[in-house]
């Protein structure tokens, strides 16, 4: 006997008292388990953005961090925006505009036309927007540069 576990029985698969012929691929379940902790860092985050707790919110920015740099928290934070949601469901016909602007466009010797009342309304809330998420950005990330450069990019 050694350690308490007879020499038949460690052949048969005996360790640390625990039996059984389990196979399994420990790399895949380290993983699964990543992907879990995870996911679960990234609802906690969701959470505590939804309660305006910011300092939680670091919290979990900085363990999460370590998950492929943030990518994943910094994605969950810019995608989930209601500006970008909002944004994505707005289809009119102001982008196309009208055939007189394309015309006018086309031809270099005409006056450029003046900014479109949509086109400025949008650079309106874009500039409030960004001001009020950077200062969210800043109290929420340990590296709040790379946040907000994401959120602009997405803009």
Same mark, same amino acid.
């Given at each position: 006997?050694?350690?308490?576990?007879? +020499?038949?029985?460690?052949?048969?698969?005996?360790?640390?008292?625990?039996?059984? +012929?389990?196979?399994?691929?420990?790399?895949?379940?380290?993983?699964? #388990?990543?992907?879990?902790?995870?996911?679960?860092?990234?609802?906690?985050?969701?959470?505590? @953005?939804?309660?305006?707790?910011? /300092?939680?919110?670091?919290?979990?920015?900085?363990?999460?961090?370590? #998950?492929?740099?943030?990518?994943?928290?910094?994605?969950?934070?810019?995608?989930?925006?209601?500006?970008?949601?909002?944004?994505?469901?707005?289809?009119?016909?102001?982008?196309?505009?009208?055939? /007189?602007?394309?015309?006018?466009?086309?031809?270099?010797? +005409?006056?450029?036309?003046?900014?479109?009342?949509?086109?400025?309304?949008?650079?309106?809330?874009?500039?409030?927007?960004?001001?009020?998420?950077?200062?969210?950005?800043?109290?929420?990330?340990? @590296?709040?540069?790379?946040?907000?450069?994401?959120?602009?990019?997405?803009?």
């Amino acid at each position: 006997m050694v350690n308490g576990v007879g +020499a038949k029985s460690k052949r048969q698969g005996v360790t640390n008292g625990v039996t059984g +012929a389990r196979q399994f691929d420990t790399r895949e379940v380290i993983e699964k #388990f990543i992907e879990t902790l995870e996911n679960d860092m990234l609802k906690l985050f969701d959470d505590f @953005y939804r309660r305006q707790n910011f /300092e939680e919110m670091k919290n979990c920015a900085i363990v999460l961090q370590d #998950f492929n740099g943030g990518a994943s928290v910094q994605a969950a934070f810019v995608n989930q925006h209601q500006f970008f949601i909002d944004r994505s469901n707005l289809i009119t016909d102001e982008i196309g505009g009208d055939q /007189e602007t394309w015309i006018r466009l086309s031809d270099p010797d +005409a006056q450029l036309p003046g900014v479109e009342p949509g086109l400025q309304s949008l650079i309106d809330e874009v500039k409030v927007v960004v001001q009020e998420e950077s200062a969210i950005i800043k109290r929420a990330f340990p @590296y709040p540069e790379q946040v907000l450069a994401k959120f602009v990019q997405r803009v």
